[in-house]
């Protein structure tokens, strides 16, 4: 009976890989990845490893959950060292907790890999602290994707009194989040950030308001972060000499 590593692979930027992660997949005998995993991080594993895509397009599964489940207790099965790869920690949004729970009552042992999560890398990147002294002490990450049927439904009012709201994929559902956001008591005017593609060579970051994304939202491409949040106005001056990525910048309206 082999032992499956649920691993992190990080938002993109393969040097954000951990040294745990890349030992993992050295050993690796079989890889089942993800879409938002970068070519590189697979550079890793050794020429024999057999490496099996899963993965799935925002909200579209290409192959369903149940499978990747069944997949990866066949393969524990038939190989030692079997790596489930996925993009940036896979206990954020990551279906890394049911993996973990199959894993377990299918009695096969497993180890979780923490990853560097795109949830505060991808605004980094970016030149956007979550927290800042003075303007920021609380952040929280919310899923923009609410799928109709199991998923738990978002109370924005909620998050009211939170200073930055980091919202994972949203891209498509951002007209309507920013609606809500606005209806919940937030400031229209509240600068909004979205950071596409982040740490990678693609990055692109848009700067528009919660006003101007409830009436006319920028073009935007998942997969991509949402910040909202007074922070935002710091990443002009704090993106000017950061040097991680040249990235592409895009204002709308202030
Ligand atoms: N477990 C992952 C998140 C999976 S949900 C993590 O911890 O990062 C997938 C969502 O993450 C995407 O829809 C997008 O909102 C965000 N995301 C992941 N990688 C990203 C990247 N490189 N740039 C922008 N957003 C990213």
């Given at each position: 009976m082999g032992k499956v590593y649920l691993v992190g692979a990080g938002p993109g930027d393969p040097e954000l890989l951990t040294l745990k992660a890349v030992k993992v997949l050295h050993e690796a005998d079989v890889v089942l990845y993800d879409r938002l995993i970068s070519e590189e991080a697979l550079h890793y594993t050794k020429p024999a490893c057999k490496l099996v895509y899963v993965g799935k397009s925002d909200g579209k599964h290409t192959i369903p959950q149940e499978e990747i489940n069944r997949l990866l207790v066949y393969y524990a099965s038939t190989h030692e060292v079997v790596v489930r790869l996925k993009g940036g920690d896979p206990f954020v949004f990551g279906r890394g907790g049911e993996e973990a729970l199959y894993l377990k009552r299918h009695g096969i042992p497993y180890e979780i890999v923490p990853g560097v999560s795109s949830l505060y890398s991808v605004p980094a990147y970016a030149g956007i602290p979550l927290t800042f002294r003075g303007i920021a002490s609380s952040f929280a990450v919310i899923t923009g994707h609410e799928a109709t049927g199991k998923e738990k439904r978002v109370n924005w009012l909620a998050f009211r009194e939170i200073d930055t709201l980091v919202i994972l994929m949203g891209v498509r559902n951002r007209q309507r989040i920013a609606k809500e956001l606005i209806a919940s008591g937030?400031?229209?005017d509240e600068p909004v950030a979205f950071v596409e593609r982040g740490t990678t060579p693609q990055q692109r970051v848009t700067v528009s308001t919660l006003k101007e994304v409830a009436t006319e939202p920028p073009p935007v491409n998942p997969p991509a972060i949402m910040v909202v949040g007074e922070v935002v106005r710091l990443q002009k001056e704090l993106s000017e000499?950061?040097?991680n990525l040249k990235a592409e910048e895009v204002y709308h309206a202030r």
């Amino acid at each position: 009976m082999g032992k499956v590593y649920l691993v992190g692979a990080g938002p993109g930027d393969p040097e954000l890989l951990t040294l745990k992660a890349v030992k993992v997949l050295h050993e690796a005998d079989v890889v089942l990845y993800d879409r938002l995993i970068s070519e590189e991080a697979l550079h890793y594993t050794k020429p024999a490893c057999k490496l099996v895509y899963v993965g799935k397009s925002d909200g579209k599964h290409t192959i369903p959950q149940e499978e990747i489940n069944r997949l990866l207790v066949y393969y524990a099965s038939t190989h030692e060292v079997v790596v489930r790869l996925k993009g940036g920690d896979p206990f954020v949004f990551g279906r890394g907790g049911e993996e973990a729970l199959y894993l377990k009552r299918h009695g096969i042992p497993y180890e979780i890999v923490p990853g560097v999560s795109s949830l505060y890398s991808v605004p980094a990147y970016a030149g956007i602290p979550l927290t800042f002294r003075g303007i920021a002490s609380s952040f929280a990450v919310i899923t923009g994707h609410e799928a109709t049927g199991k998923e738990k439904r978002v109370n924005w009012l909620a998050f009211r009194e939170i200073d930055t709201l980091v919202i994972l994929m949203g891209v498509r559902n951002r007209q309507r989040i920013a609606k809500e956001l606005i209806a919940s008591g937030r400031n229209p005017d509240e600068p909004v950030a979205f950071v596409e593609r982040g740490t990678t060579p693609q990055q692109r970051v848009t700067v528009s308001t919660l006003k101007e994304v409830a009436t006319e939202p920028p073009p935007v491409n998942p997969p991509a972060i949402m910040v909202v949040g007074e922070v935002v106005r710091l990443q002009k001056e704090l993106s000017e000499l950061l040097t991680n990525l040249k990235a592409e910048e895009v204002y709308h309206a202030r």
